[in-house]
């Protein structure tokens, strides 16, 4: 309870929509109090990083309305909230974006203009970006954050306040170079801290045996660690609605400042040794993407936020005075993958241990309020913990692990007696060899719903990656196909074609994005046609700046704009698209050019650093690169430009640039993807493979309109059992030339190693079958290039490639998530009546 009496008047803004403070000239009062008074600069002296911190102030004030009005709403009442478990959250820029939301985007640059100084577009360009995630299941939770918000649903982030977000990545020599990523460093103004609400966490120790006041048996945990954790909230506006949901990032710090026992003993380095330890809890986003290192700490981190997480849940839940028995009506809880799955043990533990409620009655709770999303298939991605680290950090979890197994095996002796090749298999212990715990297997187990992320995938999941579980509870597991928030990636990151929408369609087409589909009989309306390539072309030259700038590589804004923006990977096989580039090089040289026309092919993302061959790759590609950049022969048909630190705010100037968008993985290997819905969207058209959310692209543009190439997944199963790549190589002309330059150093000036491997990687086993997919993948660039050369019909491409984008908007993802996962309903914020 509060030391303030009740009846202080909020803020005279607070709960006034009139007087909200949202003009130009309210906002530029506000700039100038936060000039002085927040920063401690006069505006005459201020940095255009001064201006962007006041700027962001002032804008944060005019949210703090909404989002106390939308925790106000929710701590009064019953509705259930969701809880986006995830241990990334690749959020973006900040301003901007809030800007759009609020509908301040005009205020904002009057008010910028009326200090004289920098324009909105240069404050907004020298935000940090927080790159709390490695890339596409991160940016996916910021998209259904905001989406949710935008919805009016009630809801909550939970995850981790990284100090150190993915590295930044510089490129030298061709090669990809790591830099840590300081976002901190100037001060991040969109984060509100709440100290007195941090909660502590265990690590270690044992389990005892006691009796409770009953005489029954208990298990107690006593951990040998503690760790507290501090919440950070990022708030997240809804678009043009009062609901502002948050993200609640816990920073880790030690439970007491130093071991009073060692300093005074006069040991001060030890004394400072734990606070070290529990610190590095929060210190850095593990840059992997898409492979599991069984790394202690990587699990030391995934308990911590959990745990703080529903700790902080069920506080809330004892605040709207509600028993712990209701928690799963209070909450529904999605896993973002399996990072977060600990929460199915630690919830179970808090009921059972801490709550006192029995076994039974604690795992309703747990399976009635928890579901799971799966975001790959591929085998070094699937979580395991080894038994023995696992019972060292988490003793209690282990053995509420076995238990939970125990039960389930049981059920499952019961359906299929008799049958122990099962029981094996579906075992949330692996026992082959070192014992492990498989969290995909605890996730399913728990879950009520486990989804994939497109719908090939989804079937995929049932009836490659969990057959055993699929047949048992065939109801489990559905799909819900990603989607991606038109705000930012249309409206904020495209203002030339949100101009154009706006006109067409009315101005609040974002938050009803299914009217792209009244532009369909525009795609053969020659005025618009030009007016739509008008568009293109301004983002395409901003987007040919930031390339000059970069890099100094000069590009033609009116040639095609081939784009991969993606982290690397083999099975994305940007090798692939670098070898096709080499063969229109060569066709080039050989003066085939029948048929060609100005391509710039453009790469962007980061390898693992420890990813050997993802690094080669982008070597590779600078090589080409250079090369080809440098040949006089080119005659201004092929440019290659590698994009360095790829991260959210270059995808803003990305997406809308393209011609392109080059969706080129090995089928059945890419979950979704989702900067292939933001290519399309932005008018991109696509060459891609039957993989992913692909399939379902080229079912809502039209087939007509997107270039297929490739083996499907079950024709790629069949190859596998004999595939032998080297034959495959006669059957594409030049290849064998083009493999030789590579080899002998062409790209590489005159370094006859350097590329050897990834020759050989190709040749010798080509795991992702690149040499099997690109003879048809030749013939889907020379299609694309043709209809390239007839600007109308592209246009009409483009244009219908948009107006039939809108499927794939992460406010239908969130619709189908609250219908038929959780089972939530929107809760719209009424502001200025709920202050108690
Ligand atoms: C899929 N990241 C995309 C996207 O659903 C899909 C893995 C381990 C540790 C840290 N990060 C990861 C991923 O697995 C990931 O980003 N997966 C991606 O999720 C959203 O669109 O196809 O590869």
Redesign the pocket.
């Known amino acids: 309870s509060s030391p303030v009496p009740h009846g202080i008047p909020v803020p005279a803004s607070y709960g006034d929509p009139q007087r909200n403070g949202l003009t130009a000239n309210d906002l530029f009062d506000g700039m100038a109090e936060h000039l002085f008074y927040t920063l401690g600069t006069r505006a005459e002296g201020a940095s255009v990083h001064d201006l962007y911190m006041a700027l962001s102030h002032a804008v944060r004030d005019r949210l703090m309305t909404r989002h106390l009005a939308t925790k106000d709403q929710l701590r009064a009442g019953s509705a259930k909230v969701v809880a986006y478990f995830s241990?990334?959250f690749l959020i973006g820029p900040q301003l901007g974006n809030n800007l759009l939301m609020l509908g301040m985007q005009a205020e904002a640059a009057e008010a910028l203009r009326r200090f004289g100084g920098p324009g909105l577009d240069q404050v907004l360009d020298v935000e940090e970006e927080p790159g709390l995630?490695?890339?596409?299941?991160?940016?996916?939770a910021a998209c259904y954050l905001e989406s949710l918000a935008s919805l009016e649903f009630p809801a909550s982030g939970y995850g981790i306040r990284y100090e150190f977000g993915i590295f930044d990545q510089a490129i030298r020599d061709g090669w990809q170079v790591e830099i840590t990523d300081k976002w901190l460093k100037g001060g991040w103004p969109w984060e509100l801290v709440y100290p007195a609400q941090s909660v502590s966490v265990g690590f270690g120790g044992h389990v005892e045996s006691y009796g409770d006041e009953q005489g029954a048996e208990r298990r107690r945990w006593l951990p040998a660690h503690r760790a507290l954790g501090v919440p950070h909230d990022v708030p997240v506006l809804g678009y043009r609605v009062n609901s502002c949901d948050r993200i609640r990032l816990w920073r880790a710090v030690a439970a007491e400042s130093f071991d009073v026992h060692a300093f005074n003993e006069g040991d001060f380095q030890r004394a400072v040794q734990e606070k070290v330890a529990s610190e590095t809890l929060s210190k850095v986003l593990?840059p992997?993407?898409?492979?599991?290192q069984g790394k202690r700490l990587r699990l030391e981190q995934q308990h911590f936020f959990v745990s703080c997480s529903l700790q902080d849940m069920l506080r809330t839940l004892a605040l709207r005075g509600a028993p712990v028995q209701s928690f799963a009506e209070h909450w529904t809880v999605q896993l973002n993958?399996t990072?977060p799955s600990i929460a199915v043990a630690e919830l179970m533990r808090l009921l059972v241990d801490e709550h006192r409620l029995g076994w039974d009655e604690a795992w309703t709770i747990t399976t009635a309020s928890i579901a799971y999303?799966n975001?790959?298939l591929?085998p070094e991605?699937l979580?395991r913990w080894e038994v023995g680290l696992f019972g060292s950090l988490l003793p209690r979890h282990l053995e509420i692990i076995y238990e939970i197994n125990a039960r389930f095996l049981q059920q499952v002796r019961l359906h299929a007696p008799g049958d122990l090749d099962l029981l094996r298999r579906v075992s949330i212990i692996h026992e082959d060899g070192t014992k492990a715990v498989r969290m995909a297997h605890l996730a399913t187990v728990a879950a009520h719903h486990v989804n994939g992320?497109?719908a090939l995938?989804s079937q995929l999941v049932k009836t490659d990656l969990f057959p055993d579980f699929a047949a048992l509870w065939p109801g489990k597991f559905t799909n819900v196909t990603?989607g991606v928030t038109p705000r930012r990636w249309l409206a904020l990151a495209n203002p030339p074609l949100a101009r154009l929408l706006g006109e067409t369609l009315g101005d609040d087409w974002p938050a009803h994005i299914e009217r792209l589909r009244q532009l369909e009989p525009l795609a053969t309306d020659s005025g618009f046609q030009q007016r739509w390539a008008a568009c293109k072309l301004a983002c395409k030259r901003r987007l040919a700046g930031v390339i000059a700038e970069q890099s100094q590589v000069l590009v033609d804004p009116t040639s095609l704009f081939d784009i991969q923006v993606k982290?690397i990977h083999e099975y994305k096989r940007q090798h692939l698209n670098a070898l096709q580039v080499v063969l229109q090089y060569l066709r080039i040289k050989h003066g085939e050019t029948e048929g060609m026309v100005p391509r710039t092919v453009i790469f962007g993302g980061k390898a693992a650093p420890g990813y050997w061959m993802a690094k080669l790759i982008i070597r590779f590609i600078s090589g080409i690169a250079e090369t080809i950049n440098a040949d006089p022969d080119n005659r201004g048909l092929l440019r290659v430009a590698f994009l360095a630190d790829y991260n959210v705010k270059l995808g803003e100037r990305v997406y809308p640039a393209a011609d392109l968008s080059e969706q080129i993985?090995t089928a059945g290997l890419?979950?979704?993807?989702?900067?292939n819905m933001k290519f399309a969207l932005n008018g991109a058209l696509t060459i891609g493979t039957l993989d992913?959310?692909n399939v379902e692209i080229r079912q809502q543009v039209g087939t007509d309109n997107f270039f297929l190439f490739g083996h499907t997944t079950e024709q790629i199963a069949e190859l596998r059992s004999d595939y032998r790549p080297w034959e495959w190589v006669e059957k594409v002309p030049l290849l064998r030339e083009a493999l030789d330059l590579i080899e002998r150093g062409h790209f590489s000036n005159g370094d006859g190693e350097l590329f050897r491997p990834l020759v050989q990687n190709i040749v010798g086993r080509d795991s992702y079958f690149l040499l099997a997919d690109l003879p048809d993948y030749l013939v889907s660039q020379n299609d694309a290039s043709r209809l390239w050369a007839d600007p109308s019909a592209w246009q009409r491409a483009s244009i219908l490639n948009t107006a039939r984008s809108g499927y794939f908007s992460s406010d239908r993802a969130i619709r189908e998530y609250a219908e038929r996962v959780w089972g939530v309903e929107p809760l719209p914020v009424a502001m200025g009546c709920e202050v108690s």
């Open positions: 241990a990334e995630g490695n890339g596409g299941l991160g940016r996916l593990y992997n993407d898409g492979t599991d993958d990072h999303t975001h790959t591929l991605a979580e992320v497109a995938h990603n982290r993985s890419e979950a979704s993807g989702t900067g992913g959310a």
